[in-house]
């Protein structure tokens, strides 16, 4: 029997600075200086563990700076098997610039950047395989020897460096689904444009997230549109992707169909942006309360 879903991505030590203005030019003050459990992987994986869904997940890290952080994932149920533990490196350390609303991030990319994640993998073990952030080279290779339908590209921010036109191109036309931001939509739409190719006539589905704008879903020629679910008092928005994918994969795997999995992401990414990820506390019962008391009114 398959197993359920393979998460690929960084688990980073986040070192997070509060400033007032991430655009303000020239130096200002550090309100707080924090050091935290994130990445995509990791996020991801501390939230779809409240979610008590199943999953495996891929990354590599330092056994120098990670140590307590495997620890922590290990003791919330998460299984760590499958991490890769480097000796002799330090990070992945992801330092971030925030005001609470927009971001910036400079990365330390440590063992994750020669990491080998093809070697061994086996996606016929699957039923979905996310390639979030990591070697483009390497998840080229397992997005080629993978079945189409079960292959996710989700490159995140790392679409504008680790892809290029050839590498972008083939992820879209080797994975049944994509899942970007507003900004790496952009990003996509003009590389596949020089190819004289536009994301719908490559892709049956795909989802663009943009923050308060809410949610796009190109689902098999029907796009559809998703609200943003008001939350009273945001804490930080680091980490809402990583936790809307937390709730599209609950969804997905409880067997909604793909429009309503988006909803339960968005209403997980709003939880989620209350609090450190690291306290998201919504338990399935809860998310799936919720679904049914907001899906019509995040329909637009």
Same mark, same amino acid.
């Given at each position: 029997?398959?197993?359920?879903?393979?998460?690929?991505?960084?688990?980073?030590?986040? +070192?997070?600075?509060?400033?007032?203005?991430?655009?303000? $030019?020239?130096?200002?003050?550090?309100?707080?200086?924090?050091?935290?459990?994130?990445?995509?992987?990791?996020?991801?994986?501390?939230?779809?563990? @409240?979610?008590?869904?199943?999953?495996?997940?891929?990354?590599?890290?330092?056994?120098?700076?990670?140590?307590?952080?495997? *620890?922590?994932?290990?003791?919330?149920?998460?299984? +760590?098997?499958?991490?890769?533990?480097?000796?002799?490196?330090?990070?992945?350390?992801?330092?971030?610039?925030?005001?609470?609303?927009?971001? =910036? !991030?400079?990365?330390?990319?440590?063992?994750?950047?020669?990491?080998?994640?093809?070697?061994?993998?086996?996606?016929?073990?699957?039923?979905?395989?996310?390639?979030?952030?990591?070697?483009?080279?390497?998840?080229?290779?397992?997005?080629?020897?993978?079945?189409?339908?079960? /292959? /996710?590209?989700?490159?995140?921010?790392?679409?504008?460096?680790?892809? *290029? *036109?050839?590498?972008?191109?083939?992820? /879209?036309?080797?994975?049944?689904?994509?899942?970007?931001?507003? *900004?790496?939509?952009?990003?996509?739409?003009? =590389?596949?444009?020089?190819?004289?190719?536009? $994301?719908?006539? +490559?892709?049956?589905?795909?989802? /663009?997230? @943009?923050?308060?704008?809410?949610?796009?879903?190109?689902?098999?020629?029907?796009?559809?549109?998703?609200?943003?679910?008001?939350?009273?008092?945001?804490?930080?928005?680091?980490? !809402?992707?990583?936790?809307? =994918? !937390?709730?599209?994969?609950?969804?997905?795997?409880?067997?909604?169909?793909? !429009?309503?999995?988006?909803?339960?992401?968005?209403?997980?990414?709003?939880?989620?942006?209350?609090?450190?990820?690291?306290?998201?506390?919504?338990?399935?019962?809860?998310?799936?309360?919720?679904?049914? =008391?907001?899906?019509?009114?995040?329909?637009?």
């Amino acid at each position: 029997m398959k197993k359920f879903l393979a998460f690929f991505g960084h688990i980073n030590i986040d +070192v997070k600075i509060r400033v007032g203005d991430v655009n303000l $030019p020239g130096s200002q003050k550090a309100e707080t200086v924090e050091e935290l459990f994130g990445g995509t992987a990791g996020n991801f994986a501390m939230i779809a563990a @409240r979610l008590n869904f199943p999953f495996d997940l891929y990354s590599s890290v330092s056994s120098s700076t990670h140590r307590q952080y495997i *620890d922590h994932l290990s003791n919330m149920g998460v299984d +760590v098997s499958k991490i890769d533990i480097r000796e002799g490196f330090s990070g992945p350390v992801c330092y971030i610039i925030t005001d609470g609303e927009r971001q =910036r !991030a400079f990365m330390h990319q440590g063992p994750i950047e020669n990491w080998k994640a093809s070697e061994g993998f086996n996606g016929d073990n699957y039923l979905w395989i996310n390639l979030g952030t990591g070697p483009a080279d390497e998840y080229m290779k397992i997005a080629e020897r993978s079945r189409l339908d079960s /292959v /996710v590209f989700d490159p995140g921010q790392e679409l504008s460096y680790r892809y *290029d *036109d050839g590498s972008s191109n083939f992820m /879209v036309k080797n994975s049944s689904m994509f899942i970007v931001n507003s *900004d790496e939509f952009s990003i996509l739409k003009e =590389r596949l444009s020089r190819s004289g190719l536009t $994301p719908e006539a +490559v892709s049956k589905r795909f989802i /663009v997230t @943009r923050g308060s704008a809410g949610v796009e879903l190109y689902n098999r020629g029907e796009t559809i549109k998703f609200r943003s679910m008001k939350t009273p008092a945001v804490y930080d928005t680091v980490g !809402a992707g990583d936790a809307f =994918r !937390a709730g599209l994969y609950f969804g997905i795997y409880k067997k909604y169909d793909l !429009a309503d999995a988006v909803v339960l992401g968005i209403i997980t990414a709003s939880e989620a942006i209350k609090k450190p990820v690291m306290e998201f506390s919504m338990t399935p019962e809860q998310l799936t309360e919720s679904f049914e =008391r907001n899906r019509d009114s995040l329909l637009s």
